[in-house]
């Protein structure tokens, strides 16, 4: 990743994330979730980067999860394969172990559950299969790419939607899977991983779900 204005302000606000929340110590082996979008993408450059001169040293692993969208009828199966062989190929070039997995998420959620509002079951899911699959590939956490709008986000949505004060927290122990997920953007606005997707052409993976860009969290973002 080069080191023009943008990405030092990234690298920056990462470290200084890291740092503040203790997300990382030595020896750790880190699982960063990677779904393809421009979130994930911005995260995996930073902490491929950042590995490389932080004083604790730590290991990284690439995880993407296929929710099997084409297999439900929503997507198209070669353009999704073709998306996951570029984003197997930035890896390469970062030197980062990339991991796919398939699921049957899509399927069970709009297939058999037939949800109407399916963002919540799908969450969920999602999560349980990214840390049951960085727990047999041996990582002790797992790096999400959250920022700082979406914690402003969750917090709207807590408020409004369920009438409470909360948000996720930057560095959480799950004692049930006995493992810690980290949020090391928690301090990088949105538009900084924008503009770091255009600048370097990240090769990002549009989502095809029938939910995607109708949901409370949109309508917020929009707020």
Request: net charge positive; proline share 4%; with cysteine.
């Amino acid at each position: 990743m080069p080191f023009g204005f943008n990405v030092r302000r990234i690298l920056s606000y990462t470290r200084r994330g890291v740092d503040d929340y203790k997300m990382i110590e030595d020896g750790d082996r880190i699982a960063v979730g990677v779904s393809g979008g421009k979130d994930s993408l911005t995260l995996l450059c930073a902490m491929a980067t950042l590995k490389k001169f932080y004083p604790k040293r730590f290991e990284i692993e690439a995880i993407t999860m296929d929710p099997g969208f084409y297999k439900a009828g929503y997507g198209d199966e070669a353009e999704t394969k073709a998306g996951f062989d570029k984003l197997r190929e930035l890896c390469e070039q970062l030197e980062v172990n990339f991991t796919l997995f398939d699921t049957e998420i899509a399927k069970i959620i709009f297939d058999v559950r037939k949800e109407k509002n399916p963002c919540s079951l799908c969450a969920n899911l999602r999560r349980g299969a990214l840390n049951d699959t960085a727990k047999k590939l041996g990582c002790t956490k797992v790096a999400l790419g959250h920022h700082k709008d979406d914690a402003i986000e969750t917090f709207i949505m807590s408020l409004f939607y369920e009438g409470r004060v909360n948000c996720f927290s930057p560095k959480t122990y799950l004692d049930k899977q006995d493992i810690t997920v980290i949020r090391p953007m928690v301090y990088i606005e949105e538009y900084m991983t924008k503009k770091a997707t255009k600048e370097f052409n990240y090769p990002v993976i549009v989502n095809p779900c029938p939910a995607n860009g109708i949901t409370k969290r949109q309508d917020v973002k929009e707020l």
